[in-house]
């Protein structure tokens, strides 16, 4: 069974340390999962009964290309006009609780597992039509339209529905959920859940122009990025600009699986 970190929010005692593994670099952070407390939320507009954490956002010199979100919706919460930009695509993965998106005037429904993608311009809606909160990922980009290319199709999906494709050579210890098709130029970006069985690694420092944002899902593992090893785990996110390079070594108990997202499929902009 997948597992979702999904304990966000509180505040820490007075009595805990104040060291922490957070840190900002001029080619990553790490935001820990014990820094997502209640006073680092905003309120939306448009969104009721709802409160977000803003993990990642575009930065002029940094990540440029989206911004991410956690977020928090009561019961009977929701909106009407959830995203106030047409050039605005989402993607959604619920973590806990449950929920509807109208889109194009068909409901959907929201379990833990399942991933969303609505297109820049698109219709939708978002409802907690349930009696308990609903958490969900957030990840906002403006689409970069190519002239001749027809935009791309929403995409509804849950993760025990998705093929998990096995990186080369590695036995399957090293995989994939992908929610976008990777060989689909529409999409200018990639989605996909990455899962690292006990004692699998990434075995060269990759080294590339996509820009990530990794949200730590289940487990734990050591992440190299730029010079240095970082130990992470469920709750924590890494937010990574181009070139950063990085590895990962993990090494257990359990599995090690956080959410991915990094942007592809276009031209670089020149200034």
Known sequence: MNKYFSKFGGLPAQTQTLSSKAIFTNAYAVIPGTVMTDIVTS??????????????????????????????VA?????????????AQAGIFVVEGEGMIMHEGKANRLSPGTFAYLPAG?????????????????????????????PPAAVFAHEDDCDLAAMPDTDGKWATTRFLDPDDPRYDMHINIVTFEPGAVIPFMETHVMEHGLYVLEGKAV?????????????????????CPQACYAGGPGR???FLYKDVNRHPDLF
């Open 43 to 72: 309120v939306l507009p448009h969104w009721e009964q709802t409160r977000a954490w803003i993990i990642s956002r575009p930065l002029s010199g940094f990540a440029e290309t989206f911004a991410q979100y956690i977020m928090e």
């Open 75 to 87: 019961p009977g919460g929701g909106s009407v006009k959830p995203e106030p930009d047409a050039r």
């Open 122 to 150: 698109a219709a939708w809606t978002f409802l907690n039509d349930s009696a308990s909160p609903i958490r969900f990922h957030w990840i906002r980009k403006a689409y970069k339209t190519v002239d001749g290319l027809d």
């Open 223 to 243: 992440y190299r990025l730029n010079e240095d090893w970082v130990e992470v785990e469920a709750g924590d996110y890494m937010w990574l600009r181009s070139f």
């Open 256 to 258: 090690f699986r956080y």
